[in-house]
Structure formats: structure tokens, C-alpha cells
């Protein structure tokens, strides 16, 4: 672990909100897979572990955490609206 992790852990832990511990640190909020990222991590993973299937499907938020809960979702994304 480097000294910038443990400064990031800091910040959210005081911030209590991970986009104001961003903006303090002056640092871009990376928080996730956002929609224009999700090909580029499938095809990564595919071709890294082409034997592991990988199935997508959308569900709304409180199902999703439920299927998580489980265990019949191995990953789950959420992206807030503004």
C-alpha cells in the first residue's frame, strides 16, 4: 500500500462522501465502471480469462443488492443519474 492510499482512506473516511475527498485532494473521482469503460474491462477479461463465462444483465438497484446478497450475481455496477 502507498502513503496516497492511506491520504485517500483519510479523506473519504473524513468527507464521509467519496466526490467532496476527490475534490479536496484535488484528485479525479474514479469510483467505478462507468459506461464507456465496461468494453474495454469485458474484452480485458475475456481475454485474460477466456474459460470464465461472463454474463451482463440490468437490473434495478434493489434486486441487484439482493442478488449479490445471494450470491447470484458475482459483481455488481451502479451508476447514479444526476
Known sequence: MELRHLRCFL???EE????RAAERLHIEQS????PSRLPALLAMCR?????VEIRLF??????????LQDD???VGFFIPTR
Open 31 to 34: 469510483d467505478g465502471v462507468t
Open 16 to 19: 464521509l462522501h467519496f466526490a
Open 47 to 51: 481475454q485474460e480469462e477466456p474459460e
Open 11 to 13: 479523506a473519504v473516511a
Open 72 to 74: 447470484l450475481y458475482d
Open 58 to 67: 440490468e437490473v434495478p438497484l434493489p434486486q441487484q443488492l439482493k442478488g
